[in-house]
């Protein structure tokens, strides 16, 4: 069945960095969509940054973190990660991983048909 598992939450000082993992399995890692999403305590979850399954390295930024957040993925390891720089307050919330395996998510919409992980907190304080 399809697992995704987070690593690397923590807690950290406002303009400082973090870096997520997340780790996919059982499904073609290669050929899904994979995002970060977030949720805060008493809001919706949002979605942070996506990346294409092809090759061109097409990738989607929630405008709260553009130039501060960087995605990558590795196919070769089944492997997601968000670099977080410029960390802030606001950037507090639970992190998830996310994989679009069957096709036809709406990008960084979370009511869509993802596979999610477990969650990884962040905490940034000022």
């Known amino acids: 069945q399809v697992q995704l598992v987070e690593s690397g939450g923590g807690s950290g000082q406002a303009g400082g960095s973090l870096r997520l993992s997340c780790k996919g399995s059982?499904?073609?890692?290669?050929?899904?969509?994979m995002a970060w999403f977030r949720q805060a305590p008493g809001k919706e979850r949002e979605g942070v940054a996506g990346?294409?399954?092809?090759?061109?390295?097409?990738?989607t930024y929630a405008d709260s973190v553009k130039g501060r957040f960087t995605i990558a993925r590795d196919n070769a390891n089944n492997a997601l990660y968000l670099e977080m720089n410029s960390l802030k307050p606001e950037d507090t919330a639970m992190y998830y991983c996310?994989?679009?395996?069957?096709?036809?998510?709406?990008?960084?919409?979370?009511?869509?048909?993802?596979?999610w992980g477990q969650g990884t907190q962040v905490t940034v304080s000022s």
């Open positions: 996310a994989a679009d395996c069957a096709g036809g998510v709406n990008g960084l919409d979370a009511t869509s048909n993802y596979y």
């Open positions: 059982g499904y073609t890692y290669r050929r899904a969509y």
């Open positions: 990346a294409n399954s092809d090759s061109s390295e097409s990738y």
